[in-house]
């Protein structure tokens, strides 16, 4: 029964930050490539950021470079993303998922998914 779980959504004005927050069965922290993504109401699901757990190698979707960052807790086995300067067009579902390589972002390859945890950013 081992899942991802996800926490750390809401709603903030604009301008605002959340930090979400993903926990991890170890065998899908080791070793694995892990992303956020996104998916507003009648868009396509999409990456925001990713991280290759065992390095700490980074990625980011232009759509939040230098307003996003992901980051892990070793000990806790947990992912983050934490989102500053919130705007309006980053309400959405976000989801964290397990990938076994950080060479794509097509969400047909994601191995585990987590259940989704909602943002609304108000202006």
């Known amino acids: 029964q081992a899942k991802l779980e996800e926490s750390g959504g809401g709603s903030v004005q604009a301008g605002g930050s959340l930090r979400l927050s993903c926990k991890a069965p170890e065998v899908y922290f080791s070793d694995n490539c892990m992303m956020w993504f996104r998916q507003a109401p009648g868009a396509e699901r999409e990456r925001v950021a990713t991280?290759?757990?065992?390095?700490?190698?980074?990625g980011y979707a232009d759509s939040g470079k230098g307003r996003f960052t992901i980051s892990q807790n070793n000990a806790e086995k947990t992912v983050y993303l934490r989102m500053t300067s919130l705007k309006p067009v980053d309400a959405a579902m976000y989801y964290c998922a397990v990938l076994e390589t950080c060479a794509t972002a097509d969400p047909s390859r994601v191995r585990y998914w987590g259940q989704g945890i909602q943002v609304i950013v108000s202006s």
């Open positions: 991280i290759r757990t065992v390095s700490g190698n980074t």
